[in-house]
């Protein structure tokens, strides 16, 4: 074999490898955009549902406040404690017996 023709085997093998490691790094790298896509999809429904059930605990707390109902019992239904249901009435002018 000639030194131009083991060259040439040489450049063409380290091609193959380069080809063949970039293609399994692509799909690597595709496969964890995949995993981290669904990941974040997750998460974000998790913050979304505990953001709204915070809202409408306050919606409903806010409610019971509005309609006279004792911050004990306010706090007790809402499971929340009492200063923040009087913090709560406080900053929305809602004046407590």
Do not use: H, Y
Request: one cysteine or more; proline letters at 3%.
């Amino acid at each position: 074999m000639s030194e131009v023709k083991a060259d040439d085997v040489v450049r063409t093998m380290s091609e193959r490898c380069v080809q063949t490691l970039r293609a399994e790094l692509e799909a690597e790298l595709q496969e964890a955009w995949l995993q981290g896509k669904e990941a974040g999809k997750a998460e974000g429904v998790s913050e979304g549902e505990f953001r709204g059930r915070k809202q409408g605990v306050i919606r409903v707390a806010m409610n019971l406040l509005r309609m006279g109902t004792e911050p004990a019992v306010v706090a007790k239904a809402a499971e929340l404690p009492e200063p923040i249901i009087r913090k709560l009435a406080q900053d929305n002018g809602i004046v407590l017996a």
